[in-house]
């Protein structure tokens, strides 16, 4: 059983910066693509970024392109996502997420198997 844990979310100013990470465990880490997606009150879930299974690749929602970064560490089993210039409208529960499949979108929520609890990130203006 693949287990997610988020950690690194707060209470943060405007134009702040915050990085959040995702432990894996259960299996292993490197077979997976691993995705970041966010629900804001009263919204949808919506993608945020994604890392292929090798790293090779990666994927940006245009509204965080240029202020968030996500990147793995194979050896420690975690993904992470550097969220920088943070602005009210990025606050969300944000959602770790993994999956096995291979090339085709990576922003389909379904497409990933294991979903972390999420971890709350809150903007302050």
């Known amino acids: 059983q693949v287990q997610l844990l988020e950690s690194g979310g707060g209470l943060v100013q405007a134009g702040g910066s915050l990085r959040l990470a995702c432990a894996v465990s259960?299996?292993?880490?490197?077979?997976?693509?691993m995705g970041w997606f966010r629900r804001a009150p009263g919204k949808e879930r919506e993608f945020v970024a994604a890392?292929?299974?090798?790293?090779?690749?990666?994927f940006y929602a245009d509204s965080v392109k240029g202020r968030f970064t996500i990147s793995r560490d194979n050896a420690k089993n975690t993904v992470y996502l550097q969220m920088t210039s943070l602005k009210p409208e990025d606050t969300a529960v944000y959602y770790c997420?993994?999956?096995?499949?291979?090339?085709?979108?990576?922003?389909?929520?379904?497409?990933?198997?294991?979903w972390g609890q999420g971890t709350q990130v809150t903007v302050s203006s």
């Open positions: 890392l292929s299974w090798s790293g090779s690749s990666t």
């Open positions: 259960g299996s292993t880490f490197s077979n997976y693509a």
């Open positions: 997420a993994a999956g096995s499949f291979r090339g085709g979108s990576y922003y389909n929520g379904p497409r990933y198997e294991f």
